[in-house]
Nanobody
Framework: QLQLVESGGGLVQPGESLTLSCAAS????????IGWFRQAPGKEREGVSC????????YYVDSVKGRFTIAKDNAKSTVYLQMNSLKPEDTAIYFC???????????????????WGQGTQVTVSL
């Protein structure tokens, strides 16, 4: 069964860090673009950061550039999102998604994914 399972969300204070993990099962990240998305209450889902399958092409939405870093471990079939200097506006449900042989633009900007995880809540508040 093809599945993405996120973990690592939680409640942190502004300026703190958090690392999200997404474990893929049933398929190989060698052939899939994979990335992180978020949806805040009352807002549309947006692509936060994505990675291509092979050449390491990456995408970051402007609001997280310099603060978030995406990385993956193909051997563990896991993708990570290191989030530093978190702000209250980063509060959202964070989802992991994947699309076979996709560009980061199609996945992250167009939100066109084959598989979605169930999401993990990130709350940044005093």
């Amino acid at each position: 069964q093809l599945q993405l399972v996120e973990s690592g969300g939680g409640l942190v204070q502004p300026g703190e860090s958090l690392t999200l993990s997404c474990a893929a099962s049933g398929f190989s990240l060698d052939y899939y673009a994979i990335g992180w998305f978020r949806q805040a209450p009352g807002k549309e889902r947006e692509g936060v950061s994505c990675l291509t399958a092979g050449d390491g092409g990456t995408y970051y939405v402007d609001s997280v550039k310099g603060r978030f870093t995406i990385a993956k471990d193909n051997a563990k079939s896991t993708v990570y999102l290191q989030m530093n200097s978190l702000k209250p506006e980063d509060t959202a449900i964070y989802f992991c998604a994947a699309k076979i042989l996709s560009s980061v633009r199609r996945l992250c900007v167009e939100n066109d994914a084959d598989y979605w995880g169930q999401g993990t809540q990130v709350t940044v508040s005093l």
